[in-house]
């Protein structure tokens, strides 16, 4: 199974960014769909934004569209999250996910407003 290990949460006001990573194991990463889920306090997992295996197609959840931008670096075995405009409602915890339903232990996002 793939081991996936996310970085890069952490606290930023309303209106800030933060760069999500999430690094993988295996050989082959870059055959692999990678996404990033949430969870926020008391709420069900929800779907953020997801990319194929060769970075050129990309799909978001529709709160997320114009604010994230999800990525992909190949040779680094790394997907990452730009998340941009941030609101106090984007606090949650983030996993990333790939083919094969492996997921990381998550990242804490919190943004204070």
């Known amino acids: 199974q793939v081991q996936l290990v996310e970085s890069g949460g952490g606290l930023v006001q309303a209106g800030g960014s933060l760069r999500l990573s999430c690094a993988a194991s295996g050989r082959h990463f870059s055959s692999y769909v990678m996404g990033w889920f949430r969870q926020a306090p008391g709420k069900g997992r929800e779907f953020v934004a997801a990319?194929?295996?060769?970075?050129?197609?990309?799909d978001y959840a529709d709160s997320m569209k114009g604010r994230f931008t999800i990525s992909r670096d190949n040779a680094k075995n790394t997907v990452y999250l730009q998340m941009n405009s941030l609101k106090p409602e984007d606090t949650a915890v983030y996993y990333c996910?790939?083919?094969?339903?492996?997921w990381g232990q998550g990242t804490q996002v919190t943004v204070s407003s």
């Open positions: 990319i194929n295996g060769k970075g050129d197609s990309t």
């Open positions: 996910w790939c083919t094969g339903n492996s």
